[in-house]
């Protein structure tokens, strides 16, 4: 769960996105049903008629080879009529093979004609189709935590995108044991002190908000940053504080994004290299911030992440 972000969702960019407008040329899945191979037909008509040979009288009581001996001579005028029905079986299994190709190639047309007009409309601005998109990234969004979380999101031109994310709280998601082999062979399970568990917790939801973002950019060609704030629940000191207490405020471009590696830069370094402002303690503990202004919005639209 900590790593599920990595690698972070490829991002394309403008000319990838002009390149997919090109019409997709359909490929039908479905097996050409076969022609019928008459050397074998003939073989199986043959031997289905010495089976039935074998059932009558005096062939039951005889060795197989008079039954077969039989079924030859009654075989071309058997055959005459089995070889226009295996014909027509097989002119129906075409007919209906072609119209079902027919209809999925239709149906990929209308689909491709569908994504492609949806492309032309992220690629020109429209702001409709980019609110639309957004709120299905949003919806369709899978993360490995037990809970659904909420997550606010507006945008103020093409190019911005703004979230409003709400964490998992660290208790959920960060374990307070691990499991520790013995020297005699046992497994125990040992406390995990509190700066290991903080450090997960940073790298988990940072790289959640890195993962949230490159999923953002990877739909929506023209977005080239952003910005997102991110609180968790924690108990309140005194009756005035507030339960969501703000400790991300971090703001993701698109190039930098896509050129980072998890792999080869740690978290820390590429947030402040960003400008990212966050209050981390010494033993890795994010304290509390100041939300950000740009929280004051109207256009503000809530979106459950499962």
């Known amino acids: ?68 001996n039989h079924a030859k001579t009654l075989f071309p005028a058997v055959w005459q009529e089995r070889q226009p029905e295996i014909q027509q079986r097989y002119q129906e299994s075409l007919a209906a093979y072609q119209q079902q190709v027919k209809a999925a190639q239709a149906e990929w047309e209308a689909r491709e004609t569908e994504r492609i007009a949806w492309l032309q409309r992220l690629t020109t601005g429209d702001l409709e189709e980019i609110k639309h998109t957004l709120t299905e990234i949003f919806t369709g969004l899978h993360l490995p935590f037990q809970d659904a979380t909420q997550c606010g999101l507006f945008f103020d031109t093409a190019d911005l995108i703004s979230v409003n994310l709400d964490l998992p709280e660290m208790e959920q998601v960060i374990l307070f044991t691990r499991k520790r082999l013995l020297k005699n062979g046992e497994v125990r399970e040992v406390a995990r ?57 971090l703001k993701f471009a698109r190039d930098e994004l896509n050129a980072f590696n998890p792999e080869t830069t740690p978290m820390q370094p590429f947030l402040i290299h960003s400008n990212a402002r966050f209050q981390m303690a010494g033993d890795y503990e994010l304290a509390r911030i100041e939300p950000p202004s740009w929280l004051n919005h109207e256009d503000i639209q809530n979106a459950p992440l499962e």
Not at 37 to 55: A, F, H, Q, R
Not at 199 to 220: H, K, P, Q, W
Request: proline letters at 10%; one cysteine or more; charged letters at 25%.
């Open 1 to 68: 769960m900590l790593h599920f972000w990595k690698p972070l969702p490829e991002i394309p960019n403008l000319e990838d996105f002009l390149q997919a407008q090109t019409q997709r040329p359909f490929e039908s899945t479905q097996q050409t049903p076969p022609e019928p191979v008459w050397p074998e037909e003939e073989t199986k008509c043959l031997n289905d008629l010495t089976e039935s040979v074998k059932t009558q009288e005096p062939y039951r009581l005889l060795p197989a080879m008079f039954a077969h």
């Open 193 to 249: 002190d509190k700066v290991e568990r903080n450090r997960d917790y940073f790298n988990l939801v940072t790289g959640e908000c890195a993962f949230i973002a490159a999923e953002v950019f990877s739909y929506l060609p023209l977005c080239q940053t952003l910005r997102l704030a991110a609180y968790t629940q924690r108990p309140k000191a005194k009756e005035t504080d507030p339960i969501d207490t703000y400790i991300l405020d």
